[in-house]
Protein backbone atom coordinates (compact mmCIF):
# COMPACT_ATOMS: atom_id res chain seq x y z
CA UNK A 1 0.00 0.00 0.00
CA UNK A 2 1.30 3.35 -0.89
CA UNK A 3 0.55 7.04 0.27
CA UNK A 4 0.24 10.13 -1.55
CA UNK A 5 0.87 13.45 -0.35
CA UNK A 6 -2.39 15.82 -0.45
CA UNK A 7 -1.44 18.45 1.42
CA UNK A 8 1.12 20.27 3.88
CA UNK A 9 1.03 23.04 6.45
CA UNK A 10 4.38 24.60 7.32
CA UNK A 11 4.98 26.68 10.16
CA UNK A 12 8.57 26.69 9.80
CA UNK A 13 11.58 24.90 10.58
CA UNK A 14 12.10 26.30 13.83
CA UNK A 15 8.66 25.78 14.80
CA UNK A 16 7.62 22.46 15.57
CA UNK A 17 4.63 20.33 15.22
CA UNK A 18 3.88 18.06 18.73
CA UNK A 19 1.08 16.51 18.40
CA UNK A 20 -2.53 16.19 17.11
CA UNK A 21 -5.93 15.90 18.94
CA UNK A 22 -9.25 15.78 16.52
CA UNK A 23 -12.30 17.79 16.68
CA UNK A 24 -14.11 15.44 14.38
CA UNK A 25 -16.96 18.28 13.23
CA UNK A 26 -14.18 21.05 12.98
CA UNK A 27 -10.61 20.02 12.46
CA UNK A 28 -7.84 18.65 13.64
CA UNK A 29 -6.11 20.64 16.51
CA UNK A 30 -1.97 20.67 16.40
CA UNK A 31 0.38 21.89 18.97
CA UNK A 32 3.38 23.66 18.27
CA UNK A 33 6.47 24.18 20.42
CA UNK A 34 6.38 28.09 20.34
CA UNK A 35 3.30 27.83 22.27
CA UNK A 36 0.36 28.05 19.80
CA UNK A 37 -2.12 25.60 18.86
CA UNK A 38 -3.74 25.84 15.46
CA UNK A 39 -7.03 24.25 14.21
CA UNK A 40 -6.62 22.89 10.86
CA UNK A 41 -9.49 22.84 8.17
CA UNK A 42 -9.51 18.63 7.71
CA UNK A 43 -8.67 18.80 3.41
CA UNK A 44 -6.55 21.83 3.36
CA UNK A 45 -4.88 21.60 6.58
CA UNK A 46 -5.32 25.34 6.59
CA UNK A 47 -5.44 27.23 9.72
CA UNK A 48 -8.92 27.79 10.71
CA UNK A 49 -8.02 29.07 13.91
CA UNK A 50 -4.88 29.69 16.26
CA UNK A 51 -4.04 30.53 19.83
CA UNK A 52 -1.17 31.70 21.96
CA UNK A 53 -1.66 29.38 24.68
CA UNK A 54 1.46 29.61 26.16
CA UNK A 55 5.13 31.14 25.65
CA UNK A 56 7.15 28.07 25.99
CA UNK A 57 6.78 24.57 23.97
CA UNK A 58 3.80 22.93 24.08
CA UNK A 59 4.31 19.65 26.12
CA UNK A 60 0.75 18.24 26.00
CA UNK A 61 -2.51 18.72 24.90
CA UNK A 62 -5.58 16.73 25.54
CA UNK A 63 -9.45 17.29 24.89
CA UNK A 64 -11.22 17.42 27.78
CA UNK A 65 -13.32 13.87 28.25
CA UNK A 66 -11.58 12.63 24.68
CA UNK A 67 -14.49 13.75 23.37
CA UNK A 68 -13.30 13.97 19.50
CA UNK A 69 -17.45 13.58 18.19
CA UNK A 70 -18.73 16.62 20.03
CA UNK A 71 -16.01 18.03 22.01
CA UNK A 72 -14.55 21.85 22.07
CA UNK A 73 -12.83 22.37 25.22
CA UNK A 74 -9.36 21.53 25.55
CA UNK A 75 -5.95 21.46 27.92
CA UNK A 76 -2.67 22.63 27.21
CA UNK A 77 0.40 21.60 29.16
CA UNK A 78 3.74 23.64 29.28
CA UNK A 79 6.51 24.95 32.04
CA UNK A 80 4.00 27.55 33.37
CA UNK A 81 0.94 26.07 34.19
CA UNK A 82 -1.84 23.80 32.51
CA UNK A 83 -4.27 26.14 30.76
CA UNK A 84 -8.19 25.13 29.51
CA UNK A 85 -9.44 26.56 25.99
CA UNK A 86 -12.90 26.91 24.78
CA UNK A 87 -12.45 27.02 21.08
CA UNK A 88 -15.73 28.22 20.73
CA UNK A 89 -15.30 31.68 22.40
CA UNK A 90 -11.10 31.68 21.73
CA UNK A 91 -10.72 31.96 25.33
CA UNK A 92 -8.81 30.81 28.07
CA UNK A 93 -11.53 29.53 30.68
CA UNK A 94 -9.34 28.58 33.64
CA UNK A 95 -4.82 28.16 34.60
CA UNK A 96 -4.05 25.38 36.57
CA UNK A 97 -0.75 25.55 38.98
CA UNK A 98 0.82 23.54 41.36
CA UNK A 99 2.19 24.95 44.75
CA UNK A 100 5.89 23.53 43.55
CA UNK A 101 5.31 25.33 40.25
CA UNK A 102 6.71 22.44 38.56
CA UNK A 103 6.06 22.21 35.03
CA UNK A 104 3.94 20.24 33.93
CA UNK A 105 4.82 17.43 31.59
CA UNK A 106 1.57 15.26 30.97
CA UNK A 107 -2.53 15.45 30.40
CA UNK A 108 -5.77 12.85 30.36
CA UNK A 109 -8.99 13.54 30.32
CA UNK A 110 -11.61 11.29 30.80
CA UNK A 111 -14.81 10.25 33.26
CA UNK A 112 -15.18 14.24 33.88
CA UNK A 113 -11.41 14.26 35.18
CA UNK A 114 -8.54 16.09 33.86
CA UNK A 115 -5.36 14.30 35.39
CA UNK A 116 -2.04 16.63 34.82
CA UNK A 117 1.64 15.24 35.45
CA UNK A 118 4.29 17.26 36.68
CA UNK A 119 8.24 17.05 36.23
CA UNK A 120 10.27 16.58 38.80
CA UNK A 121 10.65 19.02 41.51
CA UNK A 122 12.48 18.58 44.99
CA UNK A 123 12.61 14.38 45.27
CA UNK A 124 8.94 13.52 43.57
CA UNK A 125 6.99 14.27 40.73
CA UNK A 126 3.63 14.88 41.46
CA UNK A 127 -0.05 13.93 39.79
CA UNK A 128 -3.04 15.95 40.56
CA UNK A 129 -6.52 14.71 39.50
CA UNK A 130 -9.11 17.63 38.41
CA UNK A 131 -12.86 17.57 38.43
CA UNK A 132 -13.59 19.19 35.04
CA UNK A 133 -16.90 21.39 36.59
CA UNK A 134 -14.48 22.99 39.26
CA UNK A 135 -11.08 23.73 38.26
CA UNK A 136 -9.98 26.05 41.54
CA UNK A 137 -8.37 23.09 43.40
CA UNK A 138 -7.77 19.61 42.35
CA UNK A 139 -10.15 16.74 43.12
CA UNK A 140 -7.17 14.66 44.56
CA UNK A 141 -3.48 14.60 44.37
CA UNK A 142 -0.50 11.91 43.93
CA UNK A 143 2.88 13.48 45.49
CA UNK A 144 4.67 10.63 46.06
CA UNK A 145 4.84 7.75 43.78
CA UNK A 146 7.07 9.15 41.52
CA UNK A 147 10.44 9.88 41.39
CA UNK A 148 11.03 11.90 38.24
CA UNK A 149 9.40 13.38 35.87
CA UNK A 150 5.92 12.02 34.77
CA UNK A 151 6.00 11.39 31.16
CA UNK A 152 2.48 9.74 30.08
CA UNK A 153 -0.81 9.70 32.38
CA UNK A 154 -4.03 7.79 31.37
CA UNK A 155 -7.30 6.92 32.49
CA UNK A 156 -8.38 3.46 31.90
CA UNK A 157 -11.41 4.38 29.32
CA UNK A 158 -13.79 2.03 30.86
CA UNK A 159 -13.54 2.05 34.95
CA UNK A 160 -13.29 5.59 36.47
CA UNK A 161 -11.72 4.39 39.23
CA UNK A 162 -8.54 3.43 37.94
CA UNK A 163 -5.30 5.28 36.69
CA UNK A 164 -1.95 4.89 34.68
CA UNK A 165 1.27 7.06 35.15
CA UNK A 166 4.40 6.73 33.67
CA UNK A 167 7.73 8.06 34.39
CA UNK A 168 11.54 8.38 33.63
CA UNK A 169 12.51 6.98 36.64
CA UNK A 170 11.32 3.50 34.80
CA UNK A 171 8.08 2.93 36.39
CA UNK A 172 4.37 2.36 35.59
CA UNK A 173 2.54 2.65 37.93
CA UNK A 174 -1.46 1.60 38.14
CA UNK A 175 -3.89 3.26 40.80
CA UNK A 176 -7.25 2.51 42.33
CA UNK A 177 -9.20 5.86 43.01
CA UNK A 178 -11.48 4.36 45.17
CA UNK A 179 -8.47 4.38 47.88
CA UNK A 180 -8.33 7.48 49.79
CA UNK A 181 -4.89 7.24 50.75
CA UNK A 182 -1.71 6.97 48.05
CA UNK A 183 0.17 3.99 49.88
CA UNK A 184 -3.62 2.25 49.22
CA UNK A 185 -4.71 3.62 45.70
CA UNK A 186 -0.90 2.41 44.34
CA UNK A 187 -2.30 -0.98 43.29
CA UNK A 188 0.72 -2.29 41.22
CA UNK A 189 4.38 -1.01 40.02
CA UNK A 190 5.38 -2.23 36.61
CA UNK A 191 9.47 -2.21 36.26
CA UNK A 192 10.22 -1.29 32.85
CA UNK A 193 12.40 1.31 31.83
CA UNK A 194 12.35 5.28 31.36
CA UNK A 195 8.68 5.83 29.99
CA UNK A 196 8.19 7.35 26.44
CA UNK A 197 4.32 6.22 26.08
CA UNK A 198 1.83 3.62 28.22
CA UNK A 199 -1.63 2.75 27.68
CA UNK A 200 -4.31 -0.12 27.46
CA UNK A 201 -4.11 -2.38 24.85
CA UNK A 202 -7.43 -3.94 26.61
CA UNK A 203 -9.05 -3.67 29.88
CA UNK A 204 -6.59 -5.83 31.45
CA UNK A 205 -3.42 -5.35 29.27
CA UNK A 206 -1.19 -3.04 29.47
CA UNK A 207 1.82 -1.84 26.68
CA UNK A 208 5.17 0.45 27.95
CA UNK A 209 7.15 1.83 25.55
CA UNK A 210 10.55 3.21 26.67
CA UNK A 211 12.98 6.25 25.57
CA UNK A 212 15.28 3.44 24.88
CA UNK A 213 12.98 1.96 22.59
CA UNK A 214 12.47 -1.30 24.22
CA UNK A 215 8.45 -2.22 24.17
CA UNK A 216 6.66 -4.66 26.46
CA UNK A 217 2.91 -6.05 27.40
CA UNK A 218 1.76 -6.34 30.78
CA UNK A 219 -1.19 -8.12 32.54
CA UNK A 220 -3.39 -6.21 35.47
CA UNK A 221 -3.23 -7.70 38.90
CA UNK A 222 -6.14 -8.49 40.08
CA UNK A 223 -7.26 -8.09 43.52
CA UNK A 224 -6.79 -11.39 45.26
CA UNK A 225 -4.88 -12.42 48.26
CA UNK A 226 -2.26 -14.12 46.10
CA UNK A 227 -1.99 -12.11 42.95
CA UNK A 228 -0.13 -13.46 39.90
CA UNK A 229 1.47 -11.13 37.95
CA UNK A 230 2.10 -13.43 34.62
CA UNK A 231 5.51 -12.76 32.46
CA UNK A 232 5.07 -9.99 30.17
CA UNK A 233 5.95 -9.84 27.09
CA UNK A 234 9.10 -8.37 26.39
CA UNK A 235 10.01 -7.31 23.07
CA UNK A 236 13.32 -6.06 23.84
CA UNK A 237 14.83 -3.10 21.68
CA UNK A 238 12.76 -3.11 18.59
CA UNK A 239 14.54 -0.76 16.57
CA UNK A 240 16.33 -3.67 14.67
CA UNK A 241 13.48 -5.91 14.71
CA UNK A 242 10.76 -3.32 13.37
CA UNK A 243 13.22 -1.38 11.03
CA UNK A 244 13.51 1.95 12.80
CA UNK A 245 14.77 4.07 14.64
CA UNK A 246 12.58 5.36 17.16
CA UNK A 247 8.72 4.53 18.02
CA UNK A 248 6.28 7.27 17.62
CA UNK A 249 3.35 5.65 19.65
CA UNK A 250 0.72 2.99 19.87
CA UNK A 251 -2.25 3.56 18.01
CA UNK A 252 -5.71 1.83 18.25
CA UNK A 253 -4.83 -0.85 15.06
CA UNK A 254 -0.87 -0.11 14.48
CA UNK A 255 2.63 1.45 15.76
CA UNK A 256 4.14 4.45 14.20
CA UNK A 257 7.72 4.63 13.50
CA UNK A 258 10.32 6.63 12.00
CA UNK A 259 13.38 6.57 10.88
CA UNK A 260 16.00 9.84 10.81
CA UNK A 261 19.34 8.63 8.82
CA UNK A 262 20.30 11.31 6.66
CA UNK A 263 18.04 10.98 3.24
CA UNK A 264 16.54 7.81 4.33
CA UNK A 265 14.16 9.44 6.78
CA UNK A 266 10.55 7.88 6.40
CA UNK A 267 7.40 6.49 8.27
CA UNK A 268 5.98 3.36 8.78
CA UNK A 269 3.10 1.69 9.99
CA UNK A 270 2.84 -1.73 11.56
CA UNK A 271 0.10 -3.17 12.18
CA UNK A 272 -0.61 -4.48 15.78
CA UNK A 273 -3.40 -6.72 16.61
CA UNK A 274 -3.61 -8.76 19.43
CA UNK A 275 -0.63 -7.85 20.82
CA UNK A 276 0.83 -9.15 17.50
CA UNK A 277 3.06 -6.83 14.82
CA UNK A 278 3.15 -7.56 11.58
CA UNK A 279 6.04 -7.08 9.51
CA UNK A 280 4.06 -6.64 6.28
CA UNK A 281 4.08 -2.70 7.14
CA UNK A 282 3.06 0.43 5.52
CA UNK A 283 5.87 2.84 4.39
CA UNK A 284 5.65 6.72 3.00
CA UNK A 285 9.67 7.47 2.38
CA UNK A 286 10.95 10.87 3.54
CA UNK A 287 7.49 11.51 4.95
CA UNK A 288 9.59 14.59 7.34
CA UNK A 289 12.18 14.09 5.68
CA UNK A 290 15.52 13.33 7.83
CA UNK A 291 13.06 14.77 11.09
CA UNK A 292 11.25 13.13 14.24
CA UNK A 293 7.25 12.42 13.38
CA UNK A 294 6.10 13.69 16.50
CA UNK A 295 2.23 12.52 15.62
CA UNK A 296 -0.10 10.28 13.92
CA UNK A 297 -3.85 10.57 13.20
CA UNK A 298 -6.13 8.21 11.03
CA UNK A 299 -9.63 9.09 11.17
CA UNK A 300 -11.72 5.89 11.67
CA UNK A 301 -14.68 7.09 9.47
CA UNK A 302 -11.86 7.97 6.36
CA UNK A 303 -9.11 5.88 7.39
CA UNK A 304 -7.87 5.99 3.33
CA UNK A 305 -6.32 9.46 4.95
CA UNK A 306 -3.76 9.88 7.22
CA UNK A 307 -2.71 13.08 8.84
CA UNK A 308 1.11 13.26 10.31
CA UNK A 309 3.19 16.07 12.22
CA UNK A 310 6.98 16.68 12.80
CA UNK A 311 10.17 18.28 13.88
CA UNK A 312 10.30 19.91 10.13
CA UNK A 313 7.46 22.40 11.53
CA UNK A 314 4.74 20.83 9.27
CA UNK A 315 1.51 19.04 9.02
CA UNK A 316 1.12 16.83 6.34
CA UNK A 317 -1.93 14.98 4.55
CA UNK A 318 -1.77 11.84 3.28
CA UNK A 319 -4.18 9.78 1.39
CA UNK A 320 -4.08 5.64 0.39
CA UNK A 321 -4.14 4.76 -3.18
CA UNK A 322 -5.07 0.84 -1.97
CA UNK A 323 -7.84 1.92 -0.19
CA UNK A 324 -8.44 2.21 3.72
CA UNK A 325 -6.51 0.67 6.49
CA UNK A 326 -9.86 -0.11 8.61
CA UNK A 327 -7.99 0.93 11.51
CA UNK A 328 -10.55 1.03 14.94
CA UNK A 329 -11.58 3.91 16.62
CA UNK A 330 -11.18 2.70 20.23
CA UNK A 331 -9.41 -0.61 21.03
CA UNK A 332 -12.68 -1.71 22.53
CA UNK A 333 -16.31 -0.25 23.47
CA UNK A 334 -14.80 2.34 26.13
CA UNK A 335 -18.63 3.49 26.27
CA UNK A 336 -19.57 0.42 28.66
CA UNK A 337 -18.56 1.19 32.07
CA UNK A 338 -16.65 -1.73 34.15
CA UNK A 339 -15.09 -2.32 37.22
CA UNK A 340 -11.82 -4.12 36.08
CA UNK A 341 -10.89 -5.28 39.50
CA UNK A 342 -14.44 -7.05 40.10
CA UNK A 343 -13.32 -10.06 39.17
CA UNK A 344 -10.20 -12.17 39.12
CA UNK A 345 -8.17 -11.46 35.94
CA UNK A 346 -7.74 -14.72 33.93
CA UNK A 347 -4.19 -15.42 33.55
CA UNK A 348 -2.48 -15.50 29.95
CA UNK A 349 0.53 -17.55 29.07
CA UNK A 350 2.60 -14.84 27.70
CA UNK A 351 6.04 -16.79 27.06
CA UNK A 352 5.54 -17.51 23.25
CA UNK A 353 3.24 -15.05 21.49
CA UNK A 354 5.74 -15.11 18.36
CA UNK A 355 4.74 -16.49 14.60
CA UNK A 356 6.35 -16.83 11.10
CA UNK A 357 4.75 -13.46 10.40
CA UNK A 358 4.92 -11.33 13.51
CA UNK A 359 7.17 -9.53 15.94
CA UNK A 360 6.32 -10.78 19.66
CA UNK A 361 9.72 -12.27 21.14
CA UNK A 362 9.98 -12.28 24.72
CA UNK A 363 13.33 -11.66 26.24
CA UNK A 364 14.85 -13.45 29.50
CA UNK A 365 15.99 -10.04 30.50
CA UNK A 366 14.16 -8.92 33.50
CA UNK A 367 12.21 -5.64 32.06
CA UNK A 368 13.79 -3.17 34.78
CA UNK A 369 17.54 -4.44 33.56
CA UNK A 370 18.51 -1.31 32.03
CA UNK A 371 20.04 0.87 34.51
CA UNK A 372 22.93 2.04 32.98
CA UNK A 373 21.28 2.64 29.77
CA UNK A 374 18.66 4.51 31.19
CA UNK A 375 20.65 6.79 33.63
CA UNK A 376 22.76 7.63 30.28
CA UNK A 377 19.09 8.29 28.72
CA UNK A 378 18.05 10.52 31.40
CA UNK A 379 21.41 12.35 31.93
CA UNK A 380 21.09 13.13 27.54
CA UNK A 381 17.45 13.77 28.37
CA UNK A 382 18.13 16.10 31.12
CA UNK A 383 19.65 18.96 29.23
CA UNK A 384 17.40 18.85 26.05
CA UNK A 385 14.31 19.52 27.73
CA UNK A 386 13.38 22.97 25.25
CA UNK A 387 12.78 22.80 22.06
CA UNK A 388 16.86 22.89 20.21
CA UNK A 389 18.17 21.26 17.05
CA UNK A 390 19.47 18.02 17.43
CA UNK A 391 22.68 17.01 17.28
CA UNK A 392 21.94 13.38 17.35
CA UNK A 393 19.29 12.19 14.52
CA UNK A 394 19.08 8.70 15.50
CA UNK A 395 17.58 9.96 18.95
CA UNK A 396 13.97 11.64 19.55
CA UNK A 397 13.90 14.08 22.35
CA UNK A 398 10.44 15.46 23.42
CA UNK A 399 10.62 19.23 24.57
CA UNK A 400 9.15 18.31 28.27
Known sequence: MSYSQLETRSFGNDDWCLGFQPILSKGILTSLSNGFVHLLDWQTAKSIMNISAHNKPIKDMKLINGDSNGGSIFATASETCVKIFDIRSNQCIASLHNDKSAP????????????????????????????IKRWDTPLRSLVDSHHDDVTTIKFHPSDRNVLMSGSTDGYVNIYDLTQQEEDDAL???????????????APNRIFTLSHMETFGVHELNDKSDEPKEPQP????????KWGCDYVVDVYPGF????????????????????????????????????????????????????YSCGEDGCVRIWKSNCGALKVPQELWDYSKPMNVFENSVVEVEMGDVSSHNTDAIA?????????????????ERKGKKDKGKRKDKKHRYKPY
Open 363 to 379: SNDRPGDHTIEESKAKI
Open 255 to 306: IATGRTEEGKGELKLLPFSNEMVDKESLIIPRAHGDEVVRDVFIPYQQSNLL
Open 104 to 131: FLSLDSHHDMLACGTELSGIDAEIHIYD
Open 233 to 240: ADFGDVRQ
Open 187 to 201: HQVINFASIHSCGWL
